[in-house]
């Protein structure tokens, strides 16, 4: 096998014009160019308000989502009663409540709803709903 000589010029300003045609004439056969430049700025960080949250009216807070809060207890409801992620899924589109981005409700979704759901858990559980949902939940009077 031949060996291969390589060479890398580094550059603080474009070549002169004849550049490439002496590098040829010396036996040399273009490869690659490489280019640089500084990178992008990047601008500020988006983050996306969390679930069961929305932006109030006001535009200087969040307030509770109504529909997206329905979604958590329903979810919690089901798990309480060890039901699987499927039938919460199942439970949830029944009622017509939909994603963010407007597609169904799927097990894998709510999976990824769980730490929200952990998060805001003990708020809900000691929300009114909640209380007379349990008492539905396990018959009591």
Not at 13 to 41: C, M, N, S
């Amino acid at each position: 096998m031949a060996k291969i000589e390589r060479v890398r010029d580094f550059m603080a300003v474009p070549p002169a014009p004849d550049y490439f045609e002496q590098k040829a004439a010396e036996g040399w056969r273009l490869t690659a160019i490489e280019w640089e430049r500084g990178a992008a700025p990047i601008g500020p960080p988006i983050e996306e308000v969390p679930f069961g949250l929305r932006v109030a009216s006001d535009c200087k807070r969040l307030e509770e989502d109504p529909d997206e809060i329905q979604v958590l207890l329903l979810m919690m409801e089901v798990i309480v009663q060890d039901g699987p992620l499927s039938q919460a899924a199942k439970a949830i589109n029944e009622r017509g409540f939909r994603t963010r981005d407007g597609e169904k409700w799927s097990p894998p979704a709510l999976f990824h709803l769980l730490p929200r759901l952990i998060e805001v858990g003990p708020r809900l559980c000691t929300s009114e709903e909640w209380v007379e949902r349990r008492k539905h939940l396990f018959n009591i009077v």
